[in-house]
């Protein structure tokens, strides 16, 4: 038992070391890629960037992008990503938010009176490899799967027999879609 807590207490000693923990500090560091979304409805440009802090093995900040992935969207962010060693080349990432649609228009076969698109939820994840050019500067390439959302309410025009008046008037009914579209992310871009 004495023996078994000792390697532990050298284990623990070797991930603390005051001389490792003194090297490590917070840095700032912007990650600018351009890529490709991959899904059933085709192949369409996706740009992102990233702004924030790296910690030791982390790095966490604020992203904005525009996904043209089957409706133009704005996706805004929070990236998370964990470097397996201190030599920052192959990683983990995450990214949550909110996706906020841009200017769309519905499919042109049916005429709609009225139609309103706007956001929903975000996400991306998957893996990457670094490559170092400077200390300060590397280029990158990541693979992932994003799920981002557009909600759509439309109106349609349809004409009904008005009973009293004996005359035909439009009616307008009113129905929402959510579209949900995961698609693979291939990226490469630069970070500095």
Same mark, same amino acid.
């Given at each position: 038992?004495?023996?078994?807590?000792?390697?532990?207490?050298?284990?623990?000693?070797?991930?603390v070391n005051p001389i490792k923990?003194?090297?490590?500090?917070?840095?700032?560091?912007?990650?600018?890629? =351009?890529?490709?979304?991959?899904?059933?409805?085709?192949?369409?440009?996706?740009?992102?960037?990233?702004?924030?802090?790296?910690? %030791?093995?982390?790095?966490?900040?604020?992203?904005f992008g525009a996904n043209y992935?089957?409706?133009?969207?704005?996706?805004?962010?929070?990236?998370?990503?964990?470097?397996?060693?201190?030599?920052?080349?192959? =990683?983990?990432?995450?990214?949550?938010?909110?996706?906020?649609?841009?200017?769309?228009?519905?499919?042109?076969?049916?005429?709609?009176?009225?139609?309103?698109?706007?956001?929903?939820?975000?996400?991306?994840?998957?893996?990457?490899?670094?490559?170092?050019?400077?200390?300060?500067?590397?280029?990158?390439?990541?693979? %992932?799967?994003?799920?981002?959302?557009?909600?759509?309410?439309?109106?349609?025009?349809?004409?009904?027999?008005?009973?009293?008046?004996?005359?035909?008037?439009?009616?307008?009914?009113?129905?929402?879609?959510?579209?949900?579209?995961?698609?693979?992310?291939?990226?490469?871009?630069?970070?500095?």
């Amino acid at each position: 038992m004495k023996t078994f807590l000792f390697y532990c207490l050298l284990l623990f000693l070797q991930n603390v070391n005051p001389i490792k923990a003194q090297q490590s500090k917070f840095t700032f560091h912007s990650i600018n890629t =351009f890529g490709m979304a991959i899904g059933q409805s085709g192949t369409d440009p996706l740009f992102q960037t990233v702004n924030g802090l790296a910690y %030791g093995e982390w790095f966490s900040g604020i992203g904005f992008g525009a996904n043209y992935y089957r409706y133009n969207s704005y996706p805004l962010f929070l990236d998370t990503r964990r470097y397996f060693s201190e030599t920052k080349k192959a =990683f983990i990432y995450g990214n949550i938010g909110y996706n906020f649609s841009g200017k769309n228009t519905p499919a042109k076969e049916i005429i709609y009176s009225n139609y309103k698109f706007s956001g929903g939820v975000y996400t991306d994840f998957g893996i990457g490899y670094r490559k170092n050019f400077t200390t300060k500067s590397a280029f990158l390439i990541t693979a %992932g799967f994003s799920y981002n959302e557009v909600h759509n309410k439309v109106g349609l025009i349809n004409p009904v027999l008005d009973c009293a008046v004996g005359a035909a008037c439009p009616l307008i009914d009113y129905s929402s879609y959510t579209y949900g579209c995961g698609t693979i992310v291939l990226k490469a871009g630069i970070a500095f």
